[in-house]
Protein backbone atom coordinates (compact mmCIF):
# COMPACT_ATOMS: atom_id res chain seq x y z
CA UNK A 1 0.00 0.00 0.00
CA UNK A 2 1.17 3.77 -0.63
CA UNK A 3 2.71 4.33 2.51
CA UNK A 4 0.91 7.92 2.76
CA UNK A 5 -2.57 6.06 2.34
CA UNK A 6 -3.35 4.08 5.65
CA UNK A 7 -6.46 2.23 6.50
CA UNK A 8 -8.08 2.23 9.99
CA UNK A 9 -9.69 -0.18 12.06
CA UNK A 10 -13.04 0.67 11.14
CA UNK A 11 -12.13 0.52 7.31
CA UNK A 12 -11.92 4.06 6.47
CA UNK A 13 -8.75 5.32 4.42
CA UNK A 14 -6.62 8.30 5.36
CA UNK A 15 -4.44 9.59 4.07
CA UNK A 16 -0.63 10.96 6.11
CA UNK A 17 2.31 13.12 5.39
CA UNK A 18 4.40 15.51 6.41
CA UNK A 19 4.59 19.17 4.57
CA UNK A 20 6.95 21.70 5.81
CA UNK A 21 7.59 19.99 9.77
CA UNK A 22 3.95 19.77 10.71
CA UNK A 23 2.02 16.44 10.01
CA UNK A 24 -0.86 16.00 8.27
CA UNK A 25 -3.93 13.11 8.62
CA UNK A 26 -7.10 12.79 6.87
CA UNK A 27 -9.75 10.72 6.70
CA UNK A 28 -11.21 10.30 3.38
CA UNK A 29 -13.84 7.35 3.45
CA UNK A 30 -13.95 3.79 2.64
CA UNK A 31 -12.60 4.28 -1.18
CA UNK A 32 -9.16 3.42 -1.47
CA UNK A 33 -9.31 4.48 -5.11
CA UNK A 34 -9.98 8.05 -3.42
CA UNK A 35 -7.56 8.52 -1.16
CA UNK A 36 -5.14 7.72 -3.99
CA UNK A 37 -6.67 10.41 -6.11
CA UNK A 38 -6.75 12.97 -3.45
CA UNK A 39 -3.14 12.18 -2.43
CA UNK A 40 -1.88 12.50 -5.89
CA UNK A 41 -3.61 15.90 -5.99
CA UNK A 42 -2.00 16.77 -3.16
CA UNK A 43 1.51 16.17 -4.45
CA UNK A 44 0.86 18.09 -7.88
CA UNK A 45 -0.07 20.77 -5.45
CA UNK A 46 2.93 20.91 -3.80
CA UNK A 47 5.08 20.75 -6.89
CA UNK A 48 3.66 23.27 -8.33
CA UNK A 49 3.88 24.95 -5.16
CA UNK A 50 -0.05 25.51 -4.54
CA UNK A 51 -0.60 23.30 -1.62
CA UNK A 52 -1.89 25.01 1.47
CA UNK A 53 -3.37 28.02 -0.88
CA UNK A 54 -6.45 26.64 -1.17
CA UNK A 55 -9.69 28.96 -1.07
CA UNK A 56 -11.45 29.80 2.08
CA UNK A 57 -14.60 27.88 1.96
CA UNK A 58 -18.19 27.66 3.55
CA UNK A 59 -19.84 24.78 6.25
CA UNK A 60 -23.01 24.57 4.20
CA UNK A 61 -25.18 21.63 3.96
CA UNK A 62 -26.81 19.99 0.95
CA UNK A 63 -30.32 21.08 1.37
CA UNK A 64 -29.59 24.44 2.16
CA UNK A 65 -27.02 24.92 -1.02
CA UNK A 66 -29.36 23.13 -3.30
CA UNK A 67 -31.80 26.00 -2.64
CA UNK A 68 -29.21 28.29 -3.32
CA UNK A 69 -28.56 26.74 -6.70
CA UNK A 70 -31.80 26.15 -8.04
CA UNK A 71 -32.48 30.07 -7.63
CA UNK A 72 -29.29 32.13 -8.57
CA UNK A 73 -27.74 29.31 -11.09
CA UNK A 74 -31.07 26.71 -12.60
CA UNK A 75 -33.69 29.32 -12.75
CA UNK A 76 -31.68 32.10 -14.43
CA UNK A 77 -29.63 30.07 -16.68
CA UNK A 78 -31.68 26.49 -17.16
CA UNK A 79 -34.45 26.55 -19.27
CA UNK A 80 -34.87 23.18 -18.06
CA UNK A 81 -34.28 23.94 -14.27
CA UNK A 82 -37.84 22.24 -13.45
CA UNK A 83 -35.89 19.17 -14.20
CA UNK A 84 -32.86 19.63 -12.12
CA UNK A 85 -35.63 20.31 -9.14
CA UNK A 86 -36.71 17.17 -10.13
CA UNK A 87 -33.87 15.33 -9.63
CA UNK A 88 -33.05 17.16 -6.46
CA UNK A 89 -35.87 15.93 -5.06
CA UNK A 90 -34.74 12.42 -4.75
CA UNK A 91 -31.23 13.89 -4.11
CA UNK A 92 -31.68 15.86 -0.63
CA UNK A 93 -33.35 13.40 1.39
CA UNK A 94 -30.17 11.10 1.01
CA UNK A 95 -27.92 13.71 1.45
CA UNK A 96 -29.73 15.73 4.05
CA UNK A 97 -27.81 17.15 6.85
CA UNK A 98 -24.53 16.13 5.40
CA UNK A 99 -21.86 19.50 4.80
CA UNK A 100 -21.07 19.95 1.17
CA UNK A 101 -17.60 19.06 2.00
CA UNK A 102 -17.55 15.72 4.12
CA UNK A 103 -19.43 14.22 1.04
CA UNK A 104 -17.35 11.99 -0.61
CA UNK A 105 -17.32 9.33 -3.55
CA UNK A 106 -18.08 6.43 -1.60
CA UNK A 107 -21.19 8.11 -0.01
CA UNK A 108 -22.55 9.42 -3.83
CA UNK A 109 -22.17 5.53 -4.77
CA UNK A 110 -24.36 4.32 -1.90
CA UNK A 111 -26.93 6.86 -3.28
CA UNK A 112 -26.51 5.22 -6.84
CA UNK A 113 -26.88 1.96 -5.75
CA UNK A 114 -29.90 3.04 -3.08
CA UNK A 115 -31.71 4.40 -6.69
CA UNK A 116 -31.03 1.10 -8.32
CA UNK A 117 -33.02 -0.92 -5.93
CA UNK A 118 -35.52 1.91 -6.01
CA UNK A 119 -38.85 1.59 -7.25
CA UNK A 120 -42.00 4.60 -8.55
CA UNK A 121 -45.30 4.84 -7.67
CA UNK A 122 -46.10 2.23 -10.15
CA UNK A 123 -44.30 -0.46 -8.39
CA UNK A 124 -41.32 -0.50 -11.72
CA UNK A 125 -37.97 -0.14 -11.46
CA UNK A 126 -36.16 3.65 -11.67
CA UNK A 127 -34.54 3.78 -14.93
CA UNK A 128 -31.03 4.29 -15.81
CA UNK A 129 -31.60 7.35 -17.40
CA UNK A 130 -33.75 8.92 -14.64
CA UNK A 131 -30.58 8.07 -11.92
CA UNK A 132 -28.01 10.01 -14.25
CA UNK A 133 -30.22 12.77 -14.68
CA UNK A 134 -29.79 12.99 -11.01
CA UNK A 135 -26.00 12.26 -10.75
CA UNK A 136 -25.59 15.20 -13.82
CA UNK A 137 -27.45 17.24 -11.26
CA UNK A 138 -24.82 16.51 -8.97
CA UNK A 139 -22.10 17.09 -10.61
CA UNK A 140 -23.45 20.03 -11.84
CA UNK A 141 -24.39 21.56 -8.43
CA UNK A 142 -21.06 20.75 -7.02
CA UNK A 143 -18.98 22.51 -10.40
CA UNK A 144 -20.97 25.59 -9.12
CA UNK A 145 -20.24 25.45 -5.03
CA UNK A 146 -16.45 24.73 -6.60
CA UNK A 147 -16.82 28.22 -8.42
CA UNK A 148 -18.60 30.30 -5.43
CA UNK A 149 -15.99 29.31 -2.87
CA UNK A 150 -17.97 26.73 -0.46
CA UNK A 151 -15.79 23.39 -1.43
CA UNK A 152 -12.47 23.16 -2.64
CA UNK A 153 -12.77 19.23 -3.78
CA UNK A 154 -15.55 17.61 -6.34
CA UNK A 155 -16.18 14.09 -4.91
CA UNK A 156 -18.04 13.43 -8.25
CA UNK A 157 -15.48 14.25 -10.78
CA UNK A 158 -14.77 10.16 -10.92
CA UNK A 159 -18.15 9.16 -10.86
CA UNK A 160 -19.48 7.26 -13.71
CA UNK A 161 -22.92 6.73 -15.10
CA UNK A 162 -24.80 4.02 -15.46
CA UNK A 163 -25.35 2.65 -19.43
CA UNK A 164 -28.64 3.89 -20.78
CA UNK A 165 -30.90 0.76 -22.32
CA UNK A 166 -32.52 3.98 -24.63
CA UNK A 167 -35.68 2.49 -26.45
CA UNK A 168 -35.71 1.41 -29.80
CA UNK A 169 -36.71 4.37 -32.09
CA UNK A 170 -40.02 3.71 -33.98
CA UNK A 171 -39.99 4.80 -37.85
CA UNK A 172 -43.93 4.67 -39.33
CA UNK A 173 -44.88 4.01 -42.96
CA UNK A 174 -46.95 6.23 -44.57
CA UNK A 175 -50.26 3.74 -44.19
CA UNK A 176 -49.12 3.89 -40.41
CA UNK A 177 -49.27 7.81 -40.27
CA UNK A 178 -52.74 7.54 -41.85
CA UNK A 179 -54.16 5.14 -39.66
CA UNK A 180 -52.63 7.64 -36.89
CA UNK A 181 -54.42 10.70 -38.04
CA UNK A 182 -57.55 9.00 -38.95
CA UNK A 183 -57.86 7.70 -35.28
CA UNK A 184 -56.69 11.32 -33.91
CA UNK A 185 -59.78 13.36 -32.61
CA UNK A 186 -59.78 16.56 -34.34
CA UNK A 187 -57.59 18.61 -32.36
CA UNK A 188 -55.14 15.82 -32.14
CA UNK A 189 -55.02 15.48 -36.04
CA UNK A 190 -53.43 18.69 -37.41
CA UNK A 191 -50.73 18.25 -34.47
CA UNK A 192 -49.67 14.92 -35.88
CA UNK A 193 -49.70 16.36 -39.30
CA UNK A 194 -47.23 19.11 -38.63
CA UNK A 195 -44.84 16.32 -36.39
CA UNK A 196 -44.33 14.22 -39.27
CA UNK A 197 -44.27 16.87 -41.84
CA UNK A 198 -41.73 19.42 -40.30
CA UNK A 199 -39.88 17.12 -37.70
CA UNK A 200 -40.64 20.12 -35.34
CA UNK A 201 -40.68 18.84 -31.35
CA UNK A 202 -44.11 18.42 -29.29
CA UNK A 203 -43.61 21.93 -27.26
CA UNK A 204 -42.49 24.08 -30.76
CA UNK A 205 -45.82 22.67 -32.35
CA UNK A 206 -48.00 23.57 -29.28
CA UNK A 207 -46.61 26.96 -28.32
CA UNK A 208 -47.47 28.05 -32.22
CA UNK A 209 -49.02 31.26 -31.96
CA UNK A 210 -50.68 32.96 -35.53
CA UNK A 211 -47.88 35.30 -35.96
CA UNK A 212 -45.36 32.12 -36.49
CA UNK A 213 -46.92 31.18 -39.57
CA UNK A 214 -46.07 33.39 -42.74
CA UNK A 215 -48.72 31.93 -45.49
CA UNK A 216 -46.90 34.39 -47.86
CA UNK A 217 -43.31 33.20 -47.52
CA UNK A 218 -44.49 29.44 -46.69
CA UNK A 219 -42.28 29.22 -43.36
CA UNK A 220 -43.63 28.78 -39.53
CA UNK A 221 -40.93 30.74 -37.61
CA UNK A 222 -40.13 28.89 -34.04
CA UNK A 223 -39.26 31.24 -31.46
CA UNK A 224 -38.66 29.06 -28.43
CA UNK A 225 -37.08 26.18 -29.27
CA UNK A 226 -35.04 23.87 -27.30
CA UNK A 227 -31.83 25.20 -28.17
CA UNK A 228 -32.84 28.92 -27.12
CA UNK A 229 -32.61 30.27 -31.09
CA UNK A 230 -35.18 30.89 -33.02
CA UNK A 231 -35.52 29.39 -36.64
CA UNK A 232 -37.54 28.94 -39.46
CA UNK A 233 -39.25 25.89 -40.79
CA UNK A 234 -40.08 25.63 -44.67
CA UNK A 235 -44.33 24.33 -44.82
CA UNK A 236 -45.28 21.70 -47.81
CA UNK A 237 -48.68 21.53 -49.30
CA UNK A 238 -49.84 19.74 -46.74
CA UNK A 239 -48.90 21.52 -43.58
CA UNK A 240 -49.96 25.01 -45.72
CA UNK A 241 -53.56 23.41 -46.37
CA UNK A 242 -54.10 22.22 -42.77
CA UNK A 243 -53.11 25.54 -41.13
CA UNK A 244 -55.14 27.21 -43.98
CA UNK A 245 -58.14 25.71 -42.79
CA UNK A 246 -58.25 25.83 -39.17
CA UNK A 247 -59.94 28.89 -36.94
CA UNK A 248 -57.67 31.78 -36.87
CA UNK A 249 -59.44 33.77 -34.11
CA UNK A 250 -57.47 33.20 -30.99
CA UNK A 251 -53.43 34.10 -30.47
CA UNK A 252 -52.30 30.38 -30.61
CA UNK A 253 -52.34 27.87 -33.38
CA UNK A 254 -54.06 24.99 -30.78
CA UNK A 255 -56.05 27.26 -28.83
CA UNK A 256 -57.67 25.87 -25.67
CA UNK A 257 -60.97 27.36 -24.53
CA UNK A 258 -60.69 26.23 -21.18
CA UNK A 259 -57.55 27.73 -19.75
CA UNK A 260 -57.59 30.17 -22.67
CA UNK A 261 -53.99 29.27 -23.32
CA UNK A 262 -52.61 27.16 -25.55
CA UNK A 263 -52.98 23.52 -25.50
CA UNK A 264 -50.10 22.05 -23.04
CA UNK A 265 -50.90 18.04 -22.58
CA UNK A 266 -51.69 15.56 -25.58
CA UNK A 267 -50.28 12.60 -23.80
CA UNK A 268 -53.60 10.95 -23.00
CA UNK A 269 -55.40 12.02 -26.91
CA UNK A 270 -52.32 10.70 -28.44
CA UNK A 271 -52.09 7.13 -26.76
CA UNK A 272 -56.09 6.72 -27.24
CA UNK A 273 -55.12 7.43 -30.94
CA UNK A 274 -52.08 5.13 -30.74
CA UNK A 275 -54.07 2.48 -29.32
CA UNK A 276 -56.70 2.84 -31.97
CA UNK A 277 -54.50 3.37 -34.91
CA UNK A 278 -52.98 -1.00 -33.70
CA UNK A 279 -49.32 0.87 -33.03
CA UNK A 280 -47.20 -0.37 -30.05
CA UNK A 281 -45.01 1.60 -28.17
CA UNK A 282 -45.19 4.52 -30.53
CA UNK A 283 -44.54 7.87 -28.92
CA UNK A 284 -45.01 11.57 -29.91
CA UNK A 285 -41.25 12.02 -30.83
CA UNK A 286 -41.20 9.28 -32.80
CA UNK A 287 -43.01 10.94 -35.55
CA UNK A 288 -40.05 13.43 -35.44
CA UNK A 289 -37.47 9.95 -36.10
CA UNK A 290 -39.94 8.83 -39.14
CA UNK A 291 -39.77 13.16 -40.78
CA UNK A 292 -35.84 12.80 -40.34
CA UNK A 293 -35.46 9.36 -41.86
CA UNK A 294 -37.69 9.65 -44.66
CA UNK A 295 -35.63 13.17 -45.31
CA UNK A 296 -32.58 11.38 -45.11
CA UNK A 297 -34.15 8.02 -47.73
CA UNK A 298 -35.52 10.51 -50.29
CA UNK A 299 -31.24 12.14 -50.35
CA UNK A 300 -32.08 15.58 -48.48
CA UNK A 301 -28.39 16.51 -47.05
CA UNK A 302 -28.05 15.73 -43.53
CA UNK A 303 -26.91 19.12 -43.02
CA UNK A 304 -30.18 20.14 -44.37
CA UNK A 305 -32.01 17.80 -42.57
CA UNK A 306 -30.13 19.44 -39.38
CA UNK A 307 -31.09 22.58 -40.08
CA UNK A 308 -34.55 21.62 -40.13
CA UNK A 309 -34.50 19.85 -36.81
CA UNK A 310 -32.88 22.78 -35.07
CA UNK A 311 -29.76 20.87 -34.07
CA UNK A 312 -26.54 22.85 -33.06
CA UNK A 313 -24.30 20.00 -35.04
CA UNK A 314 -25.28 17.15 -37.77
CA UNK A 315 -23.91 14.56 -35.15
CA UNK A 316 -26.79 14.95 -33.44
CA UNK A 317 -29.07 14.45 -36.54
CA UNK A 318 -27.31 11.35 -36.93
CA UNK A 319 -28.76 9.61 -34.53
CA UNK A 320 -32.42 10.15 -36.09
CA UNK A 321 -31.75 9.47 -39.18
CA UNK A 322 -32.27 6.07 -38.55
CA UNK A 323 -31.92 3.56 -42.32
CA UNK A 324 -35.20 1.31 -42.60
CA UNK A 325 -35.35 -2.76 -43.52
CA UNK A 326 -36.94 -1.43 -46.65
CA UNK A 327 -34.64 1.53 -47.50
CA UNK A 328 -31.56 -1.02 -47.08
CA UNK A 329 -33.03 -3.43 -48.95
CA UNK A 330 -33.28 -1.30 -52.00
CA UNK A 331 -29.87 0.54 -51.18
CA UNK A 332 -28.15 -3.09 -51.97
CA UNK A 333 -30.45 -3.80 -54.82
CA UNK A 334 -29.53 -0.49 -56.41
CA UNK A 335 -25.78 -2.49 -56.46
CA UNK A 336 -26.96 -4.78 -58.01
CA UNK A 337 -28.48 -2.51 -61.06
CA UNK A 338 -25.34 -0.65 -61.07
CA UNK A 339 -22.74 -3.33 -61.03
CA UNK A 340 -24.98 -5.49 -63.60
CA UNK A 341 -25.44 -9.07 -61.60
CA UNK A 342 -29.10 -9.35 -61.83
CA UNK A 343 -28.42 -12.92 -62.88
CA UNK A 344 -30.25 -16.27 -61.94
CA UNK A 345 -27.45 -19.02 -60.24
CA UNK A 346 -28.53 -22.43 -61.10
CA UNK A 347 -28.23 -23.88 -57.41
CA UNK A 348 -28.95 -27.57 -58.85
CA UNK A 349 -25.06 -27.88 -60.31
CA UNK A 350 -24.08 -26.72 -56.83
CA UNK A 351 -23.09 -29.97 -55.11
CA UNK A 352 -22.30 -30.13 -51.43
CA UNK A 353 -19.09 -29.87 -50.23
CA UNK A 354 -17.93 -28.80 -53.80
CA UNK A 355 -18.15 -25.11 -53.68
CA UNK A 356 -14.48 -24.47 -54.39
CA UNK A 357 -14.54 -26.45 -57.79
CA UNK A 358 -17.58 -23.73 -58.92
CA UNK A 359 -16.53 -20.78 -60.41
CA UNK A 360 -18.14 -17.52 -59.73
CA UNK A 361 -16.73 -15.10 -61.84
CA UNK A 362 -19.59 -14.82 -64.02
CA UNK A 363 -21.65 -12.91 -61.59
CA UNK A 364 -19.50 -9.54 -62.17
CA UNK A 365 -19.47 -9.54 -65.97
Known amino acids: MNRNIRKRKDGKYFIDFTYRGKRVRRVVGYSKTEAKEIMEEIRAKIRHGKYGLEKKTENIKFEDFAKEYIDSYAKVNKRSWKRDQTSLNNLIPFFKGYYLSKINADLIEKYKAKRKADTNRKGEKISETTINRELTCLKTLYNKANEWDKVNHNPTSNIKNFKENNQKQ ?14 AVDHLKPIIIIAVNTGMRRGEILKLKWKNINFIK ?104 NPTPDSMKEAVESLADVLKTRHKVDTSQILPGRDSDVNHSYLYN
Open 218 to 321: GYIEIEDSKSGESRKVSMNSTVFETLKRMDKKQRYVFYNPKTKRNIVEIKRSFNTARKKAGLKKVRFHDLRHTAATRMCELGVPLKVVSKILGHSTIKMTERYA
Open 170 to 183: IILNSSEVQKLIDS
